[in-house]
């Protein structure tokens, strides 16, 4: 049995920074125009070759994402970024049009490729023909279930990655027309609006203008939500069916969601491989999870098709903890510099948490800036200084329960 990859998005260089510190393996990366997250920080090429010098550093991977479907209009532009890209010598590109295949394949012919979910691939026949066109690893359709990655893991040598968490689409694999036809906004080209989250209501043919409500609760209907993927419980069958790499969804969530996430699961793998006959699913690892923005979670279709419970019932987010700081600096008198992601005061009770599920429970005492000024409040991007529990460390969060 070997060890699978834990792989994490990073939207940006600090959530890079996080993924990294938190426990992933590797950690997937976009540019401008060619990933499927327009709306995330994304990288241009300075922060490029930032992102890969801390990899190698770290000695960790680093994956770049050219996963968009391009029109012919911007083959000419793909092809000079590609030159250019070369130099930054990443662990491997992920793609999902043939056409960029095709280009990486005679530009820099030496490139690893792994294949995007966009790619849809659900068969063995499909993974054998990508392996035959230079693809190293498939991430495979979520649509897949156990059985279904467990007869294709039997049948290749490629590697095979799947999602283990985070947030899902209703079309398959992604590849969704619903954005693109209602605001103009493609998904296939990381614009989506998600229209899939919105509130309808029915309008009859002949009465134009009048709208009649289907209510599933009081907020309206969401018939096109789906739930969260969450198969922290299920790791042991995925690493048992050889499955190469897990993959976290979330290149848009915040660097709170890649801490907390990716520590969970890092956690939870460490335990399976260390002694497989007495793993267990710790509670400490899922009530982790549900202190992060989420969906109500779901084992996706792994176990079958049919009854799949995916439909989330409301597009409501549950938001049981609040990120409400990180730590910058820690002194020698033991003092932190913590920036402010949301507004706390002081006499707030406060859990802190790090890396290996660090945890501590503490009470804010008096602020104050970086003049040494007491502060009543700290607000969103402010620097102060605080008292912290022993053990904190540079990376930290700082977190909140919310009321209600």
């Not at 997937?28 to 327009?38: F, P, Q, T």
């Not at 092809?79 to 590109?93: E, G, H, K, N, T």
């Not at 409301?314 to 932190?336: I, K």
Request: proline share 4%; aromatic share 8%.
């Amino acid at each position: 049995m070997s060890r699978p990859e834990l792989l994490a998005p990073a939207g940006d260089y600090e959530k890079l920074v996080t993924a990294y510190a938190y426990g992933a393996d590797a950690a997937y990366i976009g540019i401008e125009h060619y990933g499927l997250r327009a709306m995330a920080g994304n990288f241009n090429f300075d922060d490029l070759a930032r992102a890969r010098e801390l990899a190698a550093r770290l000695d960790r991977r680093l994956y770049l994402t050219l996963n968009a479907y391009l029109d012919s209009t911007e083959c000419d532009a793909l092809s000079a970024d590609l030159v250019r890209l070369q130099q930054l010598d990443f662990d491997a590109y992920i793609v999902a049009d043939p056409g960029v295949l095709a280009l990486i394949r005679r530009l820099d012919p030496h490139r690893c490729l792994h294949l995007s979910t966009q790619a849809n691939t659900t068969n063995l026949e499909a993974v054998r023909f990508w392996q035959n066109n230079g693809v190293a690893r498939v991430n495979l359709a979520r649509e897949s279930t156990l059985a279904d990655l467990q007869a294709i893991r039997q049948g290749c040598s490629a590697e095979l990655e799947v999602f283990v968490h985070g947030a899902m689409c209703v079309a398959h694999s992604g590849r969704c027309l619903l954005s693109a036809a209602m605001t103009g906004r493609s998904a296939n080209r990381g614009a989506c609006t998600q229209p899939c989250r919105w509130s309808y209501s029915l309008v009859e043919a002949t009465r134009p203008g009048e709208s009649f409500p289907i209510e599933q609760d009081g907020h309206g209907t969401y018939l096109l939500n789906s739930r969260d993927l969450c198969l922290l419980e299920h790791l042991p069958a995925l690493i048992d069916a050889g499955i190469d790499s897990l993959k976290i969804e979330g290149r848009m969530k915040s660097i709170y969601y890649v801490a907390a996430v990716v520590s969970v699961y890092r956690a939870a793998i460490d335990s399976y491989m260390e002694n497989p006959q007495s793993w267990r699913c710790d509670p400490r690892w899922q009530d982790e999870l549900d202190k992060v923005s989420h969906r109500p979670y779901s084992s996706g279709f792994l176990f079958g098709r049919d009854d799949a419970n995916i439909h989330a019932g409301d597009s409501r987010y549950r938001r049981s903890y609040e990120f409400v700081g990180r730590v910058l600096t820690v002194a020698a008198d033991g003092r932190a510099l913590v920036e402010g992601r949301n507004r706390f005061f002081p006499g707030e009770q406060i859990e802190l948490f790090g890396p290996g599920l660090r945890q501590a429970v503490f009470t804010i005492g008096t602020p104050c800036n970086e003049n040494q000024e007491p502060q009543s409040v700290v607000q969103p991007n402010a620097r102060v200084w605080l008292t912290l529990p022993a053990g904190a460390a540079v990376g930290d969060m700082l977190r909140r329960a919310k009321e209600g």
